[in-house]
Nanobody
Framework: QVQLVESGGGLVQAGGSLRLFCAAS????????MGWYRQAPGKQRELVAT???????NYADSVKGRFTVSRDNDKNTVYLQMNSLKPEDTAVYYC?????????WGQGTQVTVSS
């Protein structure tokens, strides 16, 4: 069983930055994908960024160039550096870990970007 705990969300002005953290614990397979998804009120959950255990990344077009996902495999932690934040980035951000035998979600952390 895998548990994910997000942190680092908060309130920031447009143009500002935040850094999200997600710590994974439990039985974690070496080959996996960790990443971030977000869900704004009234909208479906959408991909933000993912990173494989090998370091390959994938970003939504809306955040490319502004957000950077990274991970520390030894610590089983994934990060999301968010720069040049826009009000449209306001959402609950969820950490995700998936591998061949499971798909796991954190509880989410709120990111609010004011105009």
């Amino acid at each position: 069983q895998v548990q994910l705990v997000e942190s680092g969300g908060g309130l920031v002005q447009a143009g500002g930055s935040l850094r999200l953290f997600c710590a994974a614990s439990g039985s974690i397979f070496r080959l996996n994908v960790m990443g971030w998804y977000r869900q704004a009120p009234g909208k479906q959950r959408e991909l933000v960024a993912t990173i494989t255990s090998g370091g390959s990344t994938n970003y939504a077009d809306s955040v490319k160039g502004r957000f950077t996902v990274s991970r520390d495999n030894d610590k089983n932690t994934v990060y999301l550096q968010m720069n040049s934040l826009k009000p449209e980035d306001t959402a609950v951000y969820y950490c995700n870990l998936r591998h061949v035998v499971g798909n796991y979600w954190g509880q989410g952390t709120q990111v609010t970007v004011s105009s």
